[in-house]
């Protein structure tokens, strides 16, 4: 009995030292625990704001002192944010011949007006850059409080750069944005 004992034992002992530690680690867990991101609040669901721009006559643009159009409001509000200030960036192609960077080119096509663009400015009138690294001395911005709501109060102009040479013709065009908080 006591050799049936002691074989018993030394397989179980063979058994168990068969399944030793083959290896030791660690886990290492990263990530970053972030601010939550603020979702619009206009717009559709793809984040499209659609800015109505009107029917304006090209004699509008050709008689003003400043080859400019009405003005046209462009309110982008954002909402679930964290309390802080925000800054909206631009991200357009600036019409090549127009004599400054800061006027939105149109969207190509064949019934494109000529020699026509669109200027931004933030509700102070100071001109918006257009396709610029984020710059918090330029950029316009807003402070959100604690309701977590704030709206970006844009104006948009139709400009002529060119009065003898402008042309009518359709006046649409294009602008990524992105909402960056400080």
């Known amino acids: 009995m006591k050799m049936k004992s002691l074989c018993l034992a030394m397989a179980l002992v063979g058994l168990t ?10 886990l290492y867990f990263s990530g970053t625990i972030v601010n939550s991101t603020c979702k619009l609040a206009s717009g559709n669901n793809d984040g499209l704001i659609e800015v109505k721009m ?3 006559p090209l004699s509008k643009l050709k008689n003003d002192t400043n080859g400019t159009g009405p003005e046209v409001g462009v309110n982008i509000s954002v909402k679930d944010c964290d309390e802080g200030t925000y800054y909206i960036v631009l991200d357009g192609a ?12 149109l969207d190509a096509g064949n019934l494109t007006a ?3 663009g669109i200027k931004l400015t933030d509700r102070n009138n100071t001109p918006v850059t257009l396709d610029k690294p984020f710059d918090p001395n330029v950029d316009p911005s807003i402070t959100v409080n604690a309701d977590g709501t704030g709206t970006f109060n844009l104006k948009a102009y139709y400009y002529t750069w060119d009065k003898d040479n402008a042309e009518a013709g359709d006046g649409n065009a294009t602008a990524r944005f992105t909402i960056m908080q400080e």
């Not at 600036?94 to 080119?105: D, F, H, M, Y």
């Open 54 to 56: 009107g029917a304006v």
């Open 94 to 105: 600036s019409a090549t011949e127009a004599p400054i960077t800061n006027v939105l080119a």
């Open 17 to 26: 030292s068969h399944y030793a530690s083959a290896a030791d680690g660690t």
């Open 114 to 116: 000529k020699k026509v």
